[in-house]
Every structure is written in C-alpha cells, then in structure tokens.
C-alpha cells in the first residue's frame, strides 16, 4: 500500500491564481480531511468526508472547496488564492472514527502565496 | 474557546527525566484520543490514543491518562531520549452521526530533550 498520497509538495502561486491540492488513499478509509498547518497554531481542520459524496465544512472552510466522488481521492481546490493562505497542507485519512482508529496523513504540500 | 487545549506549548527536560502534556476537550462526547509526533519537516504520526471505556494506556515508555469527568487527558514520556525531541499534538473528535469525522487538534508541544 502507497498509503496517503499527496501532490504536488512544493507549490508556489501568485495571489489570485487558482490550484488543486490532490490526495489519494489506497487503504479504503471511509474518513478523509484535510489540515493546514501554520506556526504556532497546531494543524487546523479545513475540510473533511466521511464518505464518497459527503463532505462537510472544518474550522477554517474559507477559500477552499472539496469534493468526494470517490472513496480514494479527496482533492482540495484553492479558488483565487491568498498570502493568507501560506502553509503546510496536510491530507489524512481514517478507516473509521467511528470505531476510534487514528488517521494516517500524507507527506504535506508546501504552498506559497506571493 | 478552543476545542482542544494543550499544555504546555514547550516543555525543556534533560536526558532520563519525565515529560508530562495535558490537554482538556469541550465535547462531553468525545470518546477517542489520539496523540502524535511530528519531527522536524515530517507528517504527524501517531503513536498512542486511548478510549473512553479505559483511564490509562502504557506502550513502553509511553503512557496515556483520560479522566473523563474533568475532560482532560495527558501524555507521559518516561527515560526520555534526545530521540524523543519533536512536535506532540493531542486530539479529540467533536460531533455525532455525519459530523463524527471531525477530529481537532491542540496547538502542539515543542519537546527538547537535553543529552
């Protein structure tokens, strides 16, 4: 298993300029999310799924779009980007809260806002 | 206030010594508490949690305390090594049914063990 695989990991854009954030899971988790990480602050939840078709919004939903077609894929979209929005992003993913299991993340994205 | 608390924000132990972090929740239901490590310019890992029904789970030199009544719960690192130096990051989940997938996390501990 590849395990939680994130692309690209390095980005660089300009404010405004729109991008996606891809994460892939081999593992058949139900629950997936996305985190970003800025010092100080601990990894902020953006957004999450706990199933194909079903996402729902985190502590800090603005900006960013998600979408669930797949159990597999769960890419982040970026709609006109920010320096606010500078950070480490992280995908994870959970065979089940429900029955308490951990998440597993993804290497992170490295994205810049210039 | 914040869902998930954590103390302290650094913590400077030597070689040998006990590190302690706490952390206190908000959601009453909360039922599942994961820790993780993360070292410099990796992906958070996990590395214990516990449950609800049970007060304390050990994994080696690592131990984890829940006390449900005061909504605080505590990681306990014993015989600490330089190796043990990273970021810990608690975490509890908030919601139920559709929204149990949202699991917070606490700011983070910067541990620096000292040889």
């Known amino acids: 298993n590849a395990g939680v695989t994130q692309t690209p990991k390095f980005q660089v854009l300009k404010t405004g300029q729109s991008m996606t954030l891809q994460c892939a899971q081999d593992?058949?988790?139900?629950?997936m999310s996305w985190y970003r990480q800025d010092p100080g602050m601990g990894l902020r939840l953006i957004h999450y799924?706990?199933?194909?078709?079903?996402?729902d919004q985190g502590e800090v939903p603005n900006g960013y779009n998600v979408s669930r077609s797949t159990t597999e894929d769960f890419p982040l979209r970026l709609l006109s980007a920010a320096p606010s929005q500078t950070s480490v992003y992280f995908c994870?993913?959970?065979?089940?809260?429900?029955?308490?299991?951990?998440?597993?993340f993804g290497s992170g994205t490295r994205l810049t806002v210039v | 206030g914040e869902n998930v608390e954590q103390h302290p924000s650094t913590l400077s132990v030597q070689e040998g010594d006990s590190a302690v972090i706490k952390c206190t929740y908000s959601?009453?239901?909360?039922?599942?508490f994961p820790w993780y490590k993360q070292e410099l310019g990796k992906r958070p890992q996990l590395i214990i949690d516990?449950?609800?029904?049970?007060g304390e789970k050990k994994d080696q030199r690592i131990a984890v305390t829940l006390n449900k009544t005061a909504k605080h719960f505590s990681l306990h690192i014993t015989e600490t090594q330089p190796e043990d130096s990273a970021v810990y990051f608690c975490?509890?989940?908030?919601?139920?049914?559709?929204?149990?997938?949202?699991?917070?996390f606490g700011r983070g501990t910067q541990l620096t063990v000292w040889p």
């Open positions: 994870a993913s959970s065979y089940s809260l429900q029955g308490n299991y951990g998440y597993t």
């Open positions: 593992m058949n988790h139900e629950y």
């Open positions: 799924s706990v199933g194909a078709g079903i996402t």
């Open positions: 959601d009453s239901a909360s039922n599942y």
């Open positions: 516990i449950r609800s029904n049970v």
């Open positions: 975490a509890a989940p908030r919601g139920r049914g559709s929204t149990l997938g949202r699991l917070y």
